[in-house]
């Protein structure tokens, strides 16, 4: 049996976020087939959210997964990451 390792990004659950979600969430009600360009921006261009929206899905260019002789590794490039990131989550099931 192998482990499986992730590494998951959260936002922070505030009121910005909030506004954000009902934003997105009346758009997609609505059938439109764009939203506003900040709202696109803030959920990464993905559109199919959960409730909460919290998790940013896309981590491609914030983590790099590697391997030497020894050990796997994941780097979380702190730099890159979106501003409304609150947490990182690493999880192994």
């Known amino acids: 049996m192998s482990l499986s390792?992730?590494?998951?990004?959260?936002?922070?659950?505030?009121d910005y976020h909030k506004k954000m979600v009902s934003v997105l969430k009346a758009c997609i009600d609505a059938g439109l087939n764009s939203v506003p360009e900040e709202v696109a921006d803030y959920f990464d261009k993905n559109y199919?959210?959960?409730?909460?929206?919290?998790?940013?899905?896309n981590t491609d260019g914030y983590v790099t997964e590697g391997q030497d002789d020894s050990q796997c590794y994941y780097d979380v490039n702190i730099n890159n990451l979106p501003e409304n990131v609150s947490v990182i989550r690493f999880t192994i099931s």
């Open 48 to 57: 199919s959210i959960t409730d909460e929206a919290l998790e940013i899905e």
């Open 5 to 14: 390792y992730n590494v998951i990004f959260l936002r922070e659950n505030d």
